[in-house]
């Protein structure tokens, strides 16, 4: 099977690959069944050095663009297993590369390289405001020369096997600013001990393993120098950490839905019914080509994304389709593939059960369908704000 945009970081992909085939099915499926967190997988993937594949080589990373991230997160997700566990400090690294102080890299990314600390909690949504980011309400007040963090976030995925967290607050009350857009700031929390010092963490069980959580603040204390950037300006550094996430996952999706289309095509090659191998049915081919198509489709759009933000040009657009059209080419494959499999689909065994729960995120998170198609209409096409 050809995949066009596999030329992208070949020798990366092929190493990823190697990697993962340490890490099979059966594992994936006992931390499914178990909930538990991958720490073997995350510890050879630091150790291997591809989690700090976007740090600069200054720092003890590897320098590399987006795409190269891109491409070890697709061939995890291609080779079965989930980088729902460590993906986060990928796309979180943006704000503090393009953002952060000379001091703030050297104080946290060789650490961060090395694997001795983790970068991987993004505390942004809140119960009240969802994907409403302007309406937070958890404020961060000056005192002296610290700062006093009080509310709540939802949904942050990895608190608990984290060690860092860039977390967006209030510094301004919304009826107080002059746009909307302003009074947000952007800090690097460093989460070691804090459980005694404001901070809690509670785990909330989903249908998938995600480890994800919900996070409450009383008056946590942030030193000033963990603010990154201009007080009131965080909403802008995060876009850009939401537009890596956003082109990141797509690439996860695309890792999905090949995944989903190689199992689903072996499995009708080798499934006979009738005397004959089902595969030989067009009601079998026709859905599997159709998932092919759209798969190759969101791919080229996914690497025009990561190209236009490797350039550090405005890529809101690209990387909101990219992250729509994979996400919806891999929950295509992967309805596909378990009606391919029919009754065996929904045997824990083919894998195919847990990777359908899995791959069906990414229609609602890190940013809904929806959502997507109404930033295209207004901000592409020019068409009336729907909310």
């Not at 995600?210 to 996070?215: L, N």
């Not at 890792?255 to 095509?265: E, H, K, M, P, S």
């Not at 004959?276 to 080509?289: D, K, L, T, V, W």
């Not at 490797?310 to 996400?327: F, H, S, T, V």
Request: charged share 25%; hydrophobic share 40%; with cysteine.
């Amino acid at each position: 099977m050809t995949d066009h945009t596999a030329n992208d970081h070949p020798e990366i992909r092929e190493a990823v690959a190697r990697l993962c085939q340490d890490f099979a099915g059966d594992y994936w499926r006992r931390m499914d069944r178990e909930r538990t967190y991958p720490t073997d997988f995350v510890t050879a993937l630091t150790e291997a050095g591809y989690l700090a594949v976007l740090i600069p080589e200054d720092y003890g990373g590897s320098g590399l663009g987006l795409s190269a991230a891109a491409a070890i997160l697709e061939e995890i997700h291609r080779s079965g297993g989930n980088a729902a566990a460590c993906h986060a400090q990928m796309y979180t690294m943006g704000t503090v590369l393009r953002h952060g102080t000379k001091a703030q890299k050297q104080a946290y990314l060789p650490d961060i390289a090395s694997g001795a600390l983790r970068l991987q909690a993004f505390g942004v949504t809140e119960p009240t405001s969802g994907t409403d980011t302007l309406s937070i309400k958890t404020t961060a007040r000056r005192d002296g020369d610290r700062y006093l963090i009080n509310g709540q976030k939802v949904w942050t995925s990895r608190a608990e096997h984290s060690d860092l967290m860039v977390l967006l607050a209030r510094t301004t009350a919304k009826d107080q600013v002059t746009r909307r857009t302003e009074g947000l700031s952007v800090f690097l929390v460093d989460m070691r001990g804090a459980e005694d010092r404001g901070l809690t963490i509670r785990p909330i069980r989903t249908m998938i393993n995600h480890a994800t959580t919900e996070v409450f603040f009383d008056n946590l204390e942030v030193p000033i120098d963990n603010l990154i950037g201009e007080e009131g300006q965080g909403f802008r550094y995060i876009l850009s950490g939401m537009n890596a996430e956003r082109i990141l996952i797509a690439a996860e999706c695309l890792g999905d839905a090949r995944w989903f289309i190689a199992t689903a095509t072996s499995y009708a090659r080798e499934r006979v019914v009738f005397d004959r191998p089902i595969g030989q049915n067009q009601g079998i081919q026709f859905p599997i080509a159709r998932a092919y198509a759209a798969t190759e489709a969101a791919a080229l759009m996914v690497r025009k994304a990561a190209l236009i933000y490797e350039a550090e040009r405005p890529c809101g657009a690209e990387a909101n389709m990219a992250k729509l059209l994979a996400a919806e080419a891999a929950w295509q494959a992967a309805d596909m593939c378990l009606q391919t499999h029919g009754g065996y689909g929904f045997a824990e065994e083919y894998d195919v059960e847990r990777k359908f729960r899995e791959t069906r995120l990414y229609q609602v998170a890190p940013i809904s369908t929806n959502l997507i198609l109404s930033y295209l209409a207004e901000h592409v096409l020019g068409l009336p704000r729907s909310y």
